[in-house]
């Protein structure tokens, strides 16, 4: 165990809504070892942000969580103490938002924000944090953020969104964080500042000697920068494997079909893509969530969950296709 | 200037297209206007029966100069040239065929469908206003028949557009721009607020809607690997001027811009195959610069890593650097 950062356990979080529960995560194994830059890859409504919020215990007031254990550090988050929640986000946790300009405050300077951060993440003790100034400069120059002194006293609105995301990211690393999740962090920047953006939280996490969990709908993104990819459909995790060869050799059908469906730089048209669309959440299918779409489903299929199988070098997949001799099915 | 134009056969062809907007930035008794260059001077051609890219980064221009197409926004100065009819005037100052010959699919179909109206009545719009029905014939049918055109079925006509997917309603979208049987159509990003598995069928029918009603796309988006895999030839806007110009085959392989070659090499990917189409790494620097405060000179030259004296001082014009392949620099 002591390798292992982060473990979430067959996690279940549901949401009342008028006239029902939204059944939206739906056994989610998910874990990460320290120093490891993890990918969590799905389509919008999947459960991606859902499962980060119940990390961080920020999830609104009307989801539930019947089910299932989050480990960070052997602490089970889910029974945490507001005060050791406070300590543990202020020193373990950080997390950089897809849009930089909601996550920043526009009332107060950079500056300001970045002290209370700074004081915070102390620890609940009320200690006056000295050298504050020192600590956010030196996090600004860390993210190659432009003429930083003058940074501390600018409001949000008065920079550029890639300068945005770039203070946000500053937040996350101002002060040492075992773990650092990035959602979307660039799908609202342009392609050359994603680049930019990329290449420095990938930085910044080799340095820092953190572990990283990179939430994205692009597998491009996860390709470049991950080690190891977990793929999500509707509150499942379906596939998980070492980015390399999940690119290489992707196993559930769902993979399958959404690799197939990335236009290529090489040209040659690209698939179909998949048909239908994510389920209802009030009603889940009862078998596999995925099991309306699939093209190679089966009896089994809409009976219960498929299990996780292990298809070999710690490659999993949960599809009854490859559960004892069944895989001939995707050549018929 | 060269004949970026090509020679025959253009739809429709755009000459030192501007487009300015004033803002005002102070008060309102001391009033001071700055000029926005959203669109400054640019030339292009689109010719009968293809798929003309429009690529660029958020800023760069290429929506004001697809809004100028239809006609929501006036040009401050320059022609547009359809069919040979000058168009370069407000939506409701053009007479109504050239209305019903360009239509827009848009970016997002969740705010471009009115959500209190039902399909039935969003598609019935365009046929009443065109007067696209004969006396005697059911508009019903009508509908039906463009419901089916797009692939959805006929009951689809009763409801609305917020209980359906995103990738239907965008499908809603491309049957309202085709009932007044264009022959021409701008789609402005169709797909980027879509997810991939959705995207591929998005495009592989408007791809193949182009051939069976022989239509003539300008497509815009940011995304080069489906504009690969899309468009014909590609012209790339920087600033609110076309960096470059060339076929899709060409664009690729040759990038001459070093603009070009920035955004190639920013791309995240997810082939070996398409590795190899990669220029050298040109690491992006930098950010789009304001286009109030567009540089003097080339307008590159804060991010270009092979600027000389002459970026500084002169405005680069376009220049054929090879057949059909047309580049905005002076390094080239």
Redesign the interface.
């Known amino acids: 165990m002591s390798e292992t950062l982060l473990d979430i356990r067959n996690l279940h979080v549901w949401f009342k809504v008028y006239g029902g529960v939204l059944k939206v995560l739906n056994g989610v194994n998910f874990n990460v070892k320290f120093g490891e830059k993890v990918g969590l890859v799905g389509?919008?409504g999947c459960g991606k942000t859902t499962t980060m919020k119940a990390l961080l215990r920020v999830l609104p007031n009307l989801a539930l969580i019947p089910e299932g254990d989050i480990f960070v550090r052997d602490n089970n988050i889910l029974k945490l103490n507001s005060k050791e929640l406070a300590d543990l986000r202020g020193r373990g946790l950080s997390m950089i938002f897809q849009d930089p300009t909601s996550a920043l405050n526009p009332v107060f300077t950079i500056g300001q924000q970045l002290f209370d951060i700074i004081q915070y993440s102390a620890g609940s003790s009320g200690r006056k944090v000295a050298n504050k100034k020192d600590v956010a400069l030196r996090a600004l120059r860390e993210t190659r953020l432009p003429d930083p002194e003058r940074m501390l006293d600018s409001y949000p609105i008065q920079l550029?969104g890639?300068?945005r995301q770039r203070v946000c990211i500053a937040f996350a690393i101002a002060t040492a964080r075992d773990l650092l999740i990035a959602d979307e962090p660039t799908t609202n920047l342009?392609?050359?500042?994603?680049?930019?953006v990329?290449?420095l939280i990938r930085d910044l996490v080799e340095k820092k000697g953190a572990s990283l969990i990179l939430i994205t709908?692009?597998?491009?993104?996860a390709?470049?920068i991950t080690e190891r990819v977990y793929v999500m459909y509707a509150g499942n995790m379906i596939e998980m494997a070492a980015t390399s060869v999940l690119?290489e050799k992707p196993f559930h059908p769902y993979t399958q079909?959404?690799?197939?469906?990335?236009?290529?730089?090489?040209?040659?048209?690209?698939?179909?893509?998949?048909?239908g669309?994510i389920p209802d959440y009030r009603n889940p299918p009862p078998g596999c969530r995925f099991e309306p779409r699939c093209q190679y489903a089966f009896e089994p299929c809409t009976k219960a969950m498929p299990p996780c199988i292990d298809v070999g070098d710690g490659h999993q997949v949960a599809c009854y296709l490859y559960q004892n001799g069944q895989e001939d099915r995707i050549n018929a | 200037m060269p004949d970026v134009m090509g020679t025959n056969n253009n739809v429709l062809v755009v000459e030192k297209l501007v487009k300015h907007f004033p803002i005002n930035l102070s008060g309102i008794f001391k009033k001071k206007w700055i000029v926005v260059k959203a669109v400054d001077g640019i030339n292009f051609s689109v010719k009968q029966g293809e798929c003309f890219g429009l690529v660029g980064?958020?800023g760069s221009g290429k929506s004001t100069t697809a809004y100028m197409t239809v006609g929501t926004y006036e040009p401050t100065s320059g022609s547009l040239l359809f069919k040979g009819e000058d168009i370069a005037r407000p939506a409701v100052k053009r007479s109504m065929h050239l209305k019903k010959d360009i239509q827009i699919v848009f970016q997002d179909p969740g705010s471009s469908l009115n959500p209190r109206r039902n399909i039935q009545n969003i598609l019935e719009m365009p046929l009443r206003v065109h007067h696209m029905i004969k006396k005697g014939n059911s508009i019903e049918k009508r509908v039906v028949d463009l419901l089916d055109v797009v692939e959805l079925p006929s009951h689809y006509r009763f409801k609305s557009p917020i209980t359906i997917?995103?990738?239907e309603r965008q499908m809603v979208a491309i049957a309202r721009a085709l009932a007044t049987e264009p022959s021409f159509m701008v789609l402005d990003e169709p797909t980027s607020a879509l997810?991939?598995?959705?995207?591929?069928?998005i495009?592989?029918k408007l791809m193949r809607l182009q051939k069976e009603f022989d239509l003539t796309y300008l497509f815009i988006t940011?995304?080069?690997?489906?504009m690969?895999?899309v468009a014909n030839r590609i012209a790339i806007m920087y600033l609110g001027k076309i960096a470059e110009i060339a076929s899709?085959?060409e664009f690729?392989q040759k990038p001459l811009h070093p603009y070009t070659q920035?955004?190639?090499?920013?791309?995240?990917?997810?082939?070996e195959?398409?590795a190899?189409?990669?220029p050298n790494k040109i690491?992006?620097?930098g950010?789009?610069p304001s286009p109030v405060d567009v540089p003097p000179g080339c307008s590159f030259n804060t991010?270009c890593p092979f600027k000389t004296d002459i970026c500084l001082a002169e405005d680069p014009v376009m220049r054929e650097i090879e057949p059909e392949h047309y580049a905005r620099c002076h390094n080239i």
């Open positions: 389509e919008t550029s890639g300068m342009d392609v050359t500042i994603q680049d930019q990329l290449r709908h692009s597998l491009g993104l390709r470049e690119f079909g959404l690799l197939a469906s990335v236009p290529r730089l090489s040209g040659g048209g690209f698939a179909e893509g998949i048909p669309r | 980064e958020s997917g995103g990738g997810d991939v598995s959705v995207q591929g069928k495009i592989n940011h995304d080069l690997s489906l690969r895999n899709a085959t690729f920035m955004l190639l090499s920013s791309i995240p990917i997810l082939f195959e398409e190899k189409l990669k690491h992006s620097v950010e789009i991010r």
